[in-house]
């Protein structure tokens, strides 16, 4: 049972609603998943159960979310971009936001058994293959949206943000090499201060091929084998919503989600891949601009994760986490020459 002095107690008349339950047939309330923005719990009643997702209790990461909209993109995606896509999610089944206080439930079906994967561990190329043609099916349909990518939600949040990006990342920067100064190999160190001075660059790139990007499409945001395997794979948390270029997503999921080692043997292929599913959905881009957009952005996972790992609340496993995909994105930009590609466009 949800105890009464719990802050989420609140939800309790809603998500049993959703479920066409009684509140009193609530029998166990489980946290899931490691995620450091939000509140996600499995509830549990005699009929059935559903995933509930709700604001995090921790003030610095209530805040960050409230200051980049994060709460409001997920509500809109299930409302609204959902239906328009063919990437598999969790079916919504309570949705709930309030605009003023920025309070939200978001009520979701529950998938269990599911097969997670650890970020440590990472993917092996098969589940990778999957979760590229899952990707696909986002990028697809939405590949050069300009009406989609004027919604509020989405083109609106990006224009209200970017002045906020370019005053406060340099300093988030500053903070991640300080805070984590003795945890840091001299690449890792030379590759974060060489990207705070070149973050104009970075952040200044014009896609030639636009779509819905998900923002922080990695493995420990998918859920493998749902139902046991009824549901081959699920994608969650779309707090980071936003447009670009589709190589943003798959060159932070390759580099993030996949061991150095792994991505290496397997990574072109994976690549060619998911251009052939990009394909099957009737958009063609040339292999030349795929290899070069995802060249520079080997670069996302560090720029992401090295402010991401300064405005959420800090955890021991959500520092190693942290420090493990940026020495992975690290090690991909220097195997790719990412600033050389930079230095080009800034050139041309």
């Known amino acids: 049972m ?41 509830w549990d009643f005699a009929s059935r159960s559903a995933v509930v997702k709700s604001p995090s209790l921790d003030a610095t990461s209530r805040a960050t979310a409230q200051l980049q909209h994060l709460y409001g993109r997920e509500i809109a995606f299930y409302e609204s971009l959902r239906p328009l896509v063919a990437i598999r999610t969790p079916t919504p089944l309570w949705v709930q936001h309030e605009e003023a206080t920025d309070d939200f439930v978001l009520v979701l079906e529950d998938l269990t058994p599911v097969r997670t994967v650890d970020q440590f561990t990472g993917l092996d190329a098969a589940d990778a293959r999957l979760a590229l043609t899952e ?50 190999d001299d690449n890792t160190r030379d590759t974060v201060a060489r990207l705070r001075h070149e973050l104009g660059s970075f952040s200044g790139y014009e896609p030639e091929f636009r779509c819905v990007i998900h923002g922080d499409y990695r493995c420990e945001n998918m859920l493998f084998d749902g139902r046991g395997g009824d549901v081959p794979l699920a994608v969650v948390d779309w707090q980071t919503l936003s447009t670009g270029s589709p190589f943003l997503d798959v060159a932070y999921f390759l580099v993030t989600s996949l061991t150095g080692e792994e991505r290496r043997r397997h990574e072109r292929s994976l690549l060619e891949g998911y251009l052939a599913s990009l394909r099957d959905r009737g958009v063609t881009i040339p292999l030349d601009v795929a290899l070069r957009d995802y060249a520079r952005y080997t670069l996302q996972p560090i720029v992401m994760l090295v402010a991401a790992s300064v ?30 590609v930079l230095e080009k466009h800034a050139d041309s």
């Open 2 to 42: 949800i105890d009464p002095s719990d802050p989420t107690a609140h939800l309790l008349s809603d998500v049993a609603r959703a479920l066409d339950a009684e509140p009193g047939d609530l029998t166990n309330v489980v946290p899931i998943g490691n995620g450091q923005v939000a509140r996600c719990e499995r």
């Open 135 to 184: 990707l696909a099916g986002l990028h697809g349909p939405t590949m050069s949206r300009t009406d989609l990518f004027a919604a509020p939600w989405l083109g609106g949040v990006a224009a209200d943000l970017a002045p906020l990006y370019a005053a406060v990342l340099p300093g988030l920067f500053e903070q991640f090499l300080d805070r984590y100064a003795a945890q840091l």
């Open 311 to 340: 405005i959420v609340e800090r955890t021991d496993r959500g520092d190693e986490m942290f420090l493990t995909m940026i020495r992975r994105g690290v090690d991909a930009a220097t195997e790719w020459r990412a600033f050389e």
